[in-house]
């Protein structure tokens, strides 16, 4: 899989997977600038709102009547949402105060 460009550089240092685990609290640091950056944190709770609603409709379902079925496409749903949250929430350069950027 090909890396995601970082911000700050523009040149393709981050990994697929350390994006899908970066946060504000836990950036990537970018091998070539050392800037350091994440998966912007607002749109990551977007979708993992969505993400959560979706399951919790499949769990409601599940209790009217259960079937492993409703398992496959709770994961199904998680999978698919946190590789479009991969893909489409954008990396933000982390800046914090102090930084020297005004
Ligand atoms: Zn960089």
Avoid at 64 to 75: C, E, K, P, T
Avoid at 78 to 88: D, G
Wanted: charged share 15%.
């Amino acid at each position: 899989m090909r890396n995601f460009t970082c911000p700050a550089c523009e040149k393709p240092t981050i990994a697929p997977a350390r994006k899908w685990a970066s946060s504000s609290l836990n950036p990537v640091h970018c091998s070539e600038c050392g800037a350091q950056v994440y998966a912007s944190s607002r749109q990551s709770s977007l979708w993992r709102i969505l993400e959560s609603f979706l399951v919790t409709l499949v769990v409601i379902r599940a209790l009217i009547g259960f079937s492993w079925w409703l398992v496959v496409i709770a994961v199904l749903i998680v999978v698919a949402m946190e590789a479009l949250r991969l893909f489409l929430v954008p990396l933000v350069r982390l800046r914090r105060e102090g930084d020297g950027v005004a």
